[in-house]
C-alpha cells in the first residue's frame, strides 16, 4: 500500500524552522495500530491524518499522532495539514472534523495561513510536584482540567534555561508543562516566549505547540491588556506566530514549509 505523505515544517518562514509534522491524506481510515505505528516511524512530534468527512460536517476529518499516542488536539500538524491541502487543491480556507476538540478552520493569510483553535481556560493553582521536576521556582501556576499547565518566569533568560527532570514530568502523566514569560532578549520582538514540555505523550520538549498557545494567548491577553499579541516559542528550532483572541478561539497566523513531498510504503 503506498500512502501519501507531505513533511512540513510548520509556524516557520523557512526549512528547519518550527515544528515539523508529517500530513498524510487518507481514503479510509486505517486500524488505529497501524495509525500508531506510521507516527512511530515517522518520528515527529505529531503526525496528522486526514480522510474526505462522509458526514459533511466539515471538508475533512482529522487525527493527530505522537509515536506514543492519539492526542486530542495539535495547532501545529493543523496548520501543516491546511497548508498541504490548500496548495494541493486550491481555494481559500479548509475545515476539520475532529474527535475531540470540534471542528477546526485554517485559512490562507497575509502571513501564509490562520489557523482557528478553541481558547483553553486556566485558573491560580499549584503543583508542588511539577515545580519541583522543572527545576525553578516559577511566579505563578495556572492550571486547565484538560492537562494544560501555564508556569510563569520572570524572564526570558530564565526559561531558557531550565533543564527540567523530563523523566519525572512523563510519570506524572501526558500534561503539557508551558514555561513562559515576557518576550526581552533575543526575543523582544515578541510579547511573550514560552517552552513546552510534553514528556508524558512522547515529545520531551516540542519545537513550536499550538495548542499551547491556545492557553497562553488569553493568559497573555488578560495581563496585557489587548487581544493581539506576537509570540515567540524558544526551542531548539524556534517557531513564530501572530495570536489573536476571538471569543472563544484563539487565531494563530503564522507560515508553512513544505520540505519533503512522496510516498509511504505500508508493506507487510
Not at 110 to 136: F, K, M, Q, R
Not at 161 to 184: H, K, M, V, W, Y
Not at 198 to 223: I, M, N, Y
Request: with cysteine.
Amino acid at each position: 500500500m503506498k500512502l501519501p505523505y507531505w513533511h512540513v515544517d510548520a509556524f516557520a518562514a523557512r526549512t528547519f524552522g518550527g515544528n515539523q509534522a508529517a500530513v498524510m491524506p487518507l481514503e479510509a481510515w486505517l486500524p488505529d495500530e497501524t495509525l500508531l505505528a506510521i507516527a512511530a516511524e515517522n518520528l515527529f512530534a505529531e503526525t496528522a491524518f486526514v480522510v474526505r468527512d462522509a458526514a459533511g460536517a466539515a471538508d475533512w476529518e482529522l487525527r493527530w499522532f505522537t509515536p506514543a499516542e492519539e492526542v486530542r488536539l495539535c495547532g501545529h500538524a493543523t496548520l501543516a495539514s491546511g497548508h498541504v491541502l490548500l496548495t494541493r487543491d486550491g481555494g481559500d480556507r479548509v475545515t476539520f472534523r475532529t474527535r475531540r476538540a470540534g471542528n477546526l478552520e485554517v485559512r490562507r493569510a497575509a502571513s501564509g495561513y490562520e489557523l482557528a483553535l478553541p481558547a483553553i481556560a486556566t485558573e491560580p493553582s499549584s503543583w508542588p510536584e511539577a515545580v519541583a521536576l522543572l527545576g525553578v521556582e516559577p511566579l505563578e501556576v495556572w492550571l486547565s482540567p484538560d492537562r494544560y499547565g501555564i508556569y510563569l518566569f520572570e524572564s526570558e533568560t530564565a526559561v531558557r534555561a531550565l533543564e527540567p527532570d523530563l523523566r519525572g514530568l512523563a510519570r506524572l502523566g501526558n500534561d503539557q508543562f508551558i514555561c513562559t514569560a515576557p518576550g526581552s532578549g533575543s526575543a523582544a520582538g515578541s510579547d511573550f516566549v514560552s517552552r513546552v514540555f510534553v514528556p508524558g505523550g512522547g515529545v520531551d520538549e516540542d519545537s513550536f505547540t499550538g495548542s499551547a498557545h491556545a492557553a497562553l494567548t488569553p493568559f497573555w491577553a488578560a495581563r496585557l491588556g489587548r487581544g493581539e499579541l506576537t509570540a515567540h516559542q524558544a526551542s531548539a528550532r524556534g517557531g513564530d506566530a501572530v495570536c489573536r483572541l476571538d471569543g472563544e478561539r484563539v487565531w494563530l497566523a503564522g507560515g508553512c514549509v513544505t520540505v519533503v513531498e512522496g510516498m509511504f510504503y505500508l508493506a507487510g
